[in-house]
């Protein structure tokens, strides 16, 4: 089977984010087929429609990366009940300017960890609706709505327990089921 690229982008910019780790552990279980790269988020300036006529450099970087990649993997934490404004900026760019969308027709799948009860469920929420609109084939079940406690997930991405590890196992399963469905190998 050949390589299928993921770009995965972290809604986090913290050192030890619990969604990098996150990330990292989701990478460690999924078929050797994938092939993850973390899109780098954090150096794009704030979306303005002035960016249109000549977007910066490190904007057009970003969309190159995401339309090098046949799938997308978005881990997001929840800030305030929403998005982080840094992965919504990320989003914004990356569907302008209008008719450049780069994320349309890309399978993916929206999960995130939180060390709250509920998790990223809103914040998910939120992300979903964006990617409805942009043409963005998302995966609804099964939902990662993740509660972050010490030891579940180092920084490195090794899971803690098996209970954790067979939850994430079978979002992974469902979730290259989905991209095989929409990636031809």
Not at 116 to 121: C, Y
Not at 148 to 155: E, L
Request: charged fraction near 20%; hydrophobic fraction near 40%; proline fraction near 5%.
């Amino acid at each position: 089977m050949n390589s299928c690229k993921i770009a995965v982008l972290i809604g986090s910019l913290r050192k030890d984010s619990y969604n990098k780790r996150l990330a990292r552990a989701i990478e460690k279980l999924a078929p050797s087929h994938m092939q993850f790269q973390h899109i780098r988020i954090d150096d794009l300036p704030l979306y303005s429609q002035d960016f249109d006529a000549d977007y910066p450099a490190n904007a057009r970087r970003f969309k190159q990366e995401v339309e090098s990649a046949q799938a997308l993997l978005f881990v997001t934490p929840e800030y305030n009940r929403s998005v982080p404004g840094v992965l919504k900026n990320a989003i914004d760019i990356g569907s302008r300017p209008w008719g450049s969308n780069s994320f349309a027709g890309k399978p993916a799948a929206a999960i995130g960890a939180s060390i709250g009860t509920i998790g990223t469920a809103i914040a998910q929420s939120h992300l979903r609706d964006s990617l409805h609109f942009l043409d963005v084939p998302t995966l609804g079940q099964p939902e990662v709505y993740f509660q972050f406690r010490d030891g579940t997930i180092s920084p490195e991405g090794e899971i803690g327990d098996d209970a954790t590890r067979q939850f994430l196992q079978r979002f992974v399963d469902a979730y290259a089921a989905w991209v095989d469905r929409f990636v031809t190998h």
